[in-house]
């Protein structure tokens, strides 16, 4: 957000990841290249455009760093976060002192390029599932720093966000379940320390733990690396008791097929951790 | 660096990404899950193995992750930065109180599988490229908060850096040109602000750009987006007068041709940007 | 906890709230009494003794609180969080440079006391509550910057906690139904946004709301100001549909006869934002 | 202080403390009942009004944090710190984006009843003792993080202030005295190393201490737990030659009489450590 | 930078040192003098003016440090940074409110006559040389925490800078060259490991040494401590192979003569570590 | 203070300049001369000497500033912060990695230098007024972030400190009394705002003045650029019944004379921001 205008809570929860971001581009001089031949009243505008198809997002990051650089630059969006775009689609313009617009725009398309690429590969997998019951969600394999900004791009591309940390769900995953003496007794235990706002989610890696899992009355059961086979016997069998969720090297060619077994969630690191950016460029003028 | 004990530099440089790394994870109460399944005391042993072929990056900050969690878990490294392993090949190995190994797994991981990735990815650049005399260097295309990680990375993967920021070197772009009034007038003007350790780089868009650019005594030029004719005719002219880097879109398929026209250096945005992670998992026990 | 020790979180989660504690204590050149007066290289021992009955939480920060001072002073605990103590019971010893022990004593006890006092308040609640069904629970009411050491003292105190913040469950109150239109209106809408880790309580004023939000399948249901009467109808009603939270000036007097009611949940501001301190001194010598 | 906006010291001093408040209840991703279920668009008005009679402190803190939170809300503030209110008086009128204001509201509440509580609790103290030349000041129990704005609100309900920190004036305890072998030893040690600009206060627990202290001339006199008989005595054998102090468990039964005695100055850590909060409501409407 | 006006990059990049040398003037209340006898609405012009000749710089850390005491503060600007002024010329107005002004006139002026000093002793040092080819240059011999501020006095005063940093040129100095073997050794392995933009110099401590590093191609060579009579040997030999670099305890007493010699630069401890402070006065008036 | 060792306080109060200071040197990538040529295993030692005479200070940065770069180096002290030295004099050891002391080296000097200069420089003023009741203090005309170590500065060379920042003392200047209306105006109005721990020093400009300020009681009264003559009538004027502090231009030609006059206190504010450094080397050798 320009300091002076409106903003939304981007200033309070990642403003310090901006900064962080600018002063690794800035350096200890700025940017000595544009200082040194762009005259300091020089006005530019420039127009971010997509180069490939997919869909945005980061549109609040991109509009911010160029109010860090200079707040007197200011940023018009043709559209919002969550929107397709086609190669050549006009997404925003940048107005302003010409040496700002020039020295914040790799930073700003670095967010714009990633998070969008984010959005795109979501959408990709959600596209693939769509006419089925199952979501699309992400995880916790996210790029460090860039949690908040990922997941948002997961749901602009379309998918719904699974833990954002440690703190905000119950997982309980196989050294849990080891240490604890098994299923019954790890769900027991569990209840005993969550709070009431808190569900318990369990991982199972076989049929058999599904049905301890159902009797011990667990609200959602991540399907570790099961077969389809496995799948919908493991959404038979659950009947609705609890929420499934189908996890393990799920990708683009096998998503449609797990989503047709009945399962509920389906989740997917590759969205966030190894998603390639969507090219944006700035085509900026002298103004 | 476990406190009290040797480190790097990775404390004063990064210290603050890892630390808002594992707080993005850790929330507000940390791993409510382990910590109410795991009794304090346990003890826990891991070893983070390849589970896919490629080069290693990020020990440091793996190693550093699960110290800021707890001190007293210690981390012993098989290999280096820069080794290549194979599915399978142990990495490192993470001996301490099992709710920490737990607990920082996922944030170790993170770093650990995005920086190997683009280990990984400038290795296949620069194997493309073996025996020529191209070097394969980065772009300030980089993971917003990641750079000086992800620039460490490609030195791992035999590829070298290019300017870390705008402060750095002069790079001056089309933009730069126009405002000054030509290739001869920018390179006056950049040189007369230039410092006696900066070097100069200009872009270049055809061939007649590059004799102004060489008559002008640029120390690098930067071939954009230059067909193999067009680069081989620049390095025929060129004569070894400047270093030339081959910009735009090269990628796996093409970059052993652009090398094999005798450019000095080829730059990629995909080995920072775009790199899949390297899969590694962490097999933890009760010790 | 001291460097070179064991830790829990702190360091990563309150560390910086106890820093600013001990700077606005230190101010630019720390203790002047003690440094004028005392010898470097005297050795002190205390001991923290209660001087009113209560029960105690605050102990890591009590002793990390030391070890940023001197990375020396050494704190051995007689008793865990969550602990009754009598008037005179020895809760800790502190040993090391006298120096540090006399420069962090108000720090370490203002964190101490104030965080027992929670406990305490706590405790009396959920003692008046005991043979009932019902579970204390705390408010987002919190003392500025103290949430996480509140709440963690809120459980130390054998009570629960409700919400941690804004993110991490919908609790819909009066505003949010008049903007939406009424209560089957603002729960679908909730529905359609909550992540499926997310549970939705909903604010009522009346029995009539109580039935629309039962209708609508909210999981917990805050009964606003309800009298006893209205909350034993609430109760009959319900029959185990959702939880039900009784809210509003509930104390030390009536608490009980709420509880007596049948309702799951009573939550109260007046443990954090009003809980006496617990009276903790500390007795010092030369060693 | 609204950003773009005439402000005072708060940003500079107090700030830092402000984020953390508003950044431990919004957490990771704000606000997601309002956001989910308010439009961005939707304008409100909302008044803060004393639900009990008081002293109010912490109105820049509470307009400020709406700031922080959107800096298109406004507040109206319709008294001044230090201000009594009776049940019912409004404090001030906040408008701007209604989602802003259910978002700000508790951080901003929880600053403004926590520091009116402790203006009210001071102001009962000062009343009680009107007429007598005693002051009512503070001590260093305060809430950690808080001290600054606790003091200003003790100032607010007409007391002064004692120490801000332990290096803004000398004050010699027991531990002091024992280390240096004796009043007149410690006050000649003090005084050696006080500055021209520094005062000097010693604890004594006895007459006899009283008369060391005065004939070594201290500039003040803190006695402890002194009966109002002893205290009446160090009166009149101190014949204004030093400021004194009486401390140690004076409470609103107790501060008249002890005033009486002729002390100058009476200090309570409860007015800052246990004071009740001062409850204030908002009333929001949608504009 | 005002906030809500244009800026520089002054925030991103010095912000914190601002910020924090306003904190330690203002302690934990801010300027108790001027709000204890200033009323809040009272408003000041003030006008910063030379009091002895010299060359300005720090004009943005003194604009910006009034505007972050108070907003409102405007400050004109009647010269630029590397203005020469004499005693008595009118630098600056400043105008808002009294308060403000007073609060912040002490840091404003700490940075401007320091920097202003650095920039006046690089002056002199460079009209000492004028008609020469030697370019004065600084070195990392800053003070802690103005290295960026005091490196862009040296520009205002005619110079140019040296290395920013351990990280931005590669600097051979007497203990590399020991461990590595010699200067050939050193200039091959530093060659091996410098990226294409890094430029490589080399102390050297006679002429000897001179030939190697002349052989082995180093690009700028610091010719330490030599005598005039060396230095004008190594010119002669070097014959414009490299650029050569005087350094050594030279003052304004010796300058001339050194770059009389024919060397490229001089650099200079003193202009940064030992400059005397330009004397700068604030006539401030009310309104 | 290496980490895991004992401390002073100087981690709390000035690590955080400590560390803007290394990486302003280290930049982003840390000492790339060092960690190319220097084994990672190789071991070195060093001493520092001074390189003329003066009095020390600045040991505590100087020794943390290399425990930061890497806690395995230990620097052992063979004399104390105020000790006097000669040209020669051995200062401390540093034994450790040898990458770390070469990379630490500049910033640890750039304190130890600088702080000694001010120690030198005060203490020349000191022994110039020696005999003499006049105690030497420092003035807020600090290099701007140093100042907590600047003033330590000042007393390791024998002055005494004046007021830390504008909230720690009243210190009413001619703009303060001209708005309040007259000395008498002044002094009744900061009476009754300042607490009982704080002093009121006004500033006067005559004999007239000086008059008025006794009368009404000042504590210190600052004799503003008095002549010799006049400084003598003011202390025979004042009798005891005030401090009297001389200040305006006194240097080391004046202050013998200023202080024979029997003034209390002489302020100096070149001793602090027109210091020269005072020359210390660093011998470093492999070990």
Redesign the interface.
Same mark, same amino acid.
């Given at each position: 957000?320009p300091?002076?205008?409106? $903003?939304t809570?981007i200033?309070?929860?990642v403003d *310090?990841?901006?900064?962080? /971001?600018?002063?690794?581009?800035?350096?200890? #001089?700025? *940017?000595? #290249? %544009?200082d @040194? +031949?762009?005259?300091a009243d020089?006005a530019g505008r420039a127009r971010a455009v997509a180069r490939a198809a997919g869909v945005i997002s980061g549109l609040e990051a991109f509009a911010r760093t160029f109010a860090?650089?200079?707040?007197?630059i200011a940023t018009t969006l043709h559209l919002a976060d969550g929107a397709r775009v086609e190669r050549g689609t006009a997404i925003a313009d940048v107005t302003g002192?010409?040496r700002g617009i020039? %020295?914040g725009e790799? #930073?700003a398309?670095? !967010?714009l $390029?990633?998070l969008s @690429?984010v959005a795109t590969a979501t959408r990709r997998m959600v596209d693939l599932t769509a006419g089925t019951g199952a #979501?699309i +969600?992400d995880t916790?394999?996210?790029?460090? @720093?860039?949690? /908040?900004l990922e997941?948002?791009a997961v749901r602009h591309g379309g998918g719904?966000?699974?833990? !954002?940390?440690?703190?905000?769900?119950?997982?309980?995953?196989d050294?849990?379940i080891? &240490?604890?003496g098994g299923i019954r007794a790890?769900l027991t235990?569990?209840r005993? &320390? /969550?709070?009431?706002? &808190?569900?318990i989610?369990i991982e199972v890696d076989s049929l058999e733990q599904l049905d301890e899992a159902l009797d011990a009355r667990a609200d959602?059961i991540l399907l570790d690396n099961f077969s389809l086979d496995q799948t919908r016997a493991a959404v038979e069998r659950t009947a609705g008791r609890a929420?499934l969720e189908s996890s393990g090297g799920i990708d683009e060619t096998t998503v449609a097929a797990v989503a047709a077994t009945g399962v509920?969630?389906i989740s997917s690191g590759?969205i966030t951790?190894?998603?390639?950016?969507l090219d944006v460029g700035l085509d +900026?003028d002298?103004a």
């Open positions: 957000m300091r002076g205008k409106a $903003c809570m200033d309070l929860l *310090d990841l901006l900064v962080r /971001a600018l002063r690794e581009d800035l350096g200890r #001089t700025g *940017d000595i #290249t %544009t @040194g +031949i762009v005259p020089a860090l650089v200079d707040p007197r002192p010409l020039l %020295t790799r #930073t398309l670095n !967010f $390029c990633h @690429g #979501t +969600i916790r394999k996210t790029t460090p @720093g860039m949690r /908040a997941k948002a719904m966000n699974h833990r !954002f940390g440690l703190d905000d769900a119950i997982l309980i995953k050294n849990h080891a &240490v604890a790890v235990r569990a005993a &320390v /969550a709070g009431h706002l &808190v569900k989610e959602i929420l509920d969630l590759a951790h190894s998603a390639r950016v +900026i002298e």
